[in-house]
């Protein structure tokens, strides 16, 4: 069944039933919270009897999952949705564009009515209001009477949000999964817009989580990422009574489901790394050698501004710690540039520390004030931009060095790859293929394994981002 949105007299866009089945286009902006909710989106107006289009011109219904960590996102999103107006006017209205997303949470006062020609907006808990709103829709907006022009708004941090975890998924990758344990953090980050959008912590029980895995082991998913803001403090405000549920226990469980072979997590807070998390890294085999752990400065000083709870000498001993435990583990890291009141001083231990750990890998970022954040009443001490710039392309240049040298020790060695790409040809043919090794560093190879298959591959050159290989049999390899 093909349905056709066009606007009501009341400018609804309502949904026309026709033969040809609707088409939708989603836009994702941000972290992978965001790509995993997207996932959700997808799932559900598949489930609806929806396709995908072409692009986003061509899509009856269009969603943009919006990101707002940082001012960048923000205007990328803005251009793109006054590109999305005069998509919708040529198509004389038949176009159902809708905003999901951390952005629309923040801005909830003015999204609409800045961007009339948006027809919903939803929060990052409310992922179930699109297909309620578009439920109505498609009944020809019969009831619905809200102001010409303006669409509708659904938000909520608080017990409104839902888990977006309880719709169904269209993955982007059948061997691969990213499985939401937890949402909202509970964290006061001075430059953090996260918890003002995405609400307090709040874990998903463990049992669900654990049948989820099951469920996707036995849909042939051999990778599974869990998800959270703040990860690693899973279960802090579930019920003691006796049963699982701290983040260690988890690893464990989801390490004793059948069929998964990789497991990932990320975001974890350094507080929050307790030595139950390492002993469950160290000992359960699926449990990759590798880590994201964000440091976001250097400087104890600037961290206690940053209230991140741990210092520079904390930072380093926990990597330590963590070495001690899963020896050649990978770590990677997220780190500002820029914050507030910021010295040359400091931002130089920034680079120290990124040497002292060694970080097989770092996303480096301008520090970007935002509305409602603390930093963000930190005026006076802006750091020029310019400034800014000089710090981060500094720390590039230091990052991109010593990720290469750590990526030299794969170099000779055989390492099992996850084959990512897309391809599920029955013909077994030699071909340019692309996965990931335990440590999560990305390998181009030739060969001819299938996706989804974990294949031997004999590592020849490595640089700051990726390997390049060879595969060696097609052999399946169990980790
Ligand atoms: N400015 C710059 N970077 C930020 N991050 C979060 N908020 C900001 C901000 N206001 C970065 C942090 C975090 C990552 C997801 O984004 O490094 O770990
Ligand atoms: Fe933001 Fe800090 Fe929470 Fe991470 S831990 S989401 S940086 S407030």
Redesign the pocket.
């Known amino acids: 069944m093909r349905t056709t949105p066009a606007r009501t007299r009341i400018g609804y866009p309502f949904l026309v039933t026709s033969p040809d089945p609707q088409r939708y286009h989603v836009l994702t902006f941000g972290?992978q919270m965001n790509a995993h909710d997207s996932e959700r989106i997808t799932g559900m107006l598949e489930g609806r009897g929806m396709v995908a289009a072409a692009d986003a011109d061509d899509a009856d219904v269009l969603v943009f999952n919006t990101c707002t960590?940082?001012e960048k996102p923000d205007q990328k999103l803005y251009d793109q949705l006054k590109h999305a107006k005069g998509s919708k006017r040529r198509r004389k209205g038949a176009q159902v564009i809708a905003v999901g997303g951390c952005l629309v949470e923040a801005q909830k006062d003015n999204l609409l009515r800045e961007f009339p020609w948006v027809d919903v907006a939803f929060g990052p808990g409310r992922i179930h209001d699109l297909g309620n709103y578009l439920e109505l829709a498609e009944g020809e907006g019969a009831g619905v009477g809200h102001v010409p022009g303006h669409g509708e708004g659904f938000y909520g941090i608080g017990d409104e949000r839902s888990f977006a975890a309880e719709l169904p998924t269209q993955r982007e990758r059948p061997h691969q999964a990213w499985v939401q344990i937890s949402m909202g953090c509970n964290m006061k980050c001075a430059?953090?817009?996260v918890p003002a959008v995405r609400g307090r912590e709040q874990s998903r029980s463990f049992t669900d989580i654990v049948s989820e895995v099951e469920r996707l082991a036995a849909d042939g998913v051999r990778e599974v990422s869990l998800l959270g803001q703040n990860v690693n403090s899973y279960g802090n405000e579930l019920p003691r009574d006796g049963s699982p549920r701290t983040f260690a226990e988890l690893l464990r469980a989801v390490d004793a489901v059948d069929g998964i072979d990789r497991i990932r997590y990320t975001?974890p807070h350094p507080a929050h790394m307790r030595d139950d998390v390492i002993a469950a890294m160290a000992e359960c085999d699926a449990v990759m050698p590798q880590l994201h752990l964000?440091l976001?400065a250097g400087s104890s000083r600037v961290l206690k501004a940053m209230r991140r709870t741990y210092s520079r000498e904390r930072f380093v001993a926990l990597a330590e710690k963590i070495r001690a435990a899963i020896p050649d583990i990978s770590l990677s890291t997220?780190?500002?540039v820029g914050f507030p009141g910021e010295t040359e001083a400091e931002f130089l231990e920034t680079v120290e520390v990124c040497r002292e750990v060694e970080f097989d890998g770092a996303?480096t970022?301008?520090?970007?004030?935002?509305t409602g954040?603390e930093a963000a009443g930190l005026v006076d001490d802006f750091i020029p931009n310019e400034e800014q710039h000089r710090r981060l392309s500094h720390l590039i240049d230091v990052v991109r060095g010593i990720a290469t040298e750590r990526h030299q020790r794969f170099v000779g060695t055989v390492q099992p790859v996850l084959v990512e790409d897309r391809s599920d040809s029955t013909v077994r043919q030699r071909q340019r293929l692309h996965g990931r090794t335990p440590h999560n560093v990305k390998v181009n190879f030739e060969g001819d394994a299938r996706a989804g298959e974990i294949v031997p591959v004999d590592i020849v050159h490595a640089n700051s981002e990726s390997m390049l290989g060879r595969q060696l049999v097609a052999t399946d390899l169990r980790s």
Do not use: L, W
Not at 365 to 370: G, Q, T, V
């Open positions: 972290c960590i940082r430059y953090c817009i975001s964000p976001q997220d780190i500002i996303y970022f301008i520090y970007s004030p935002r954040t």
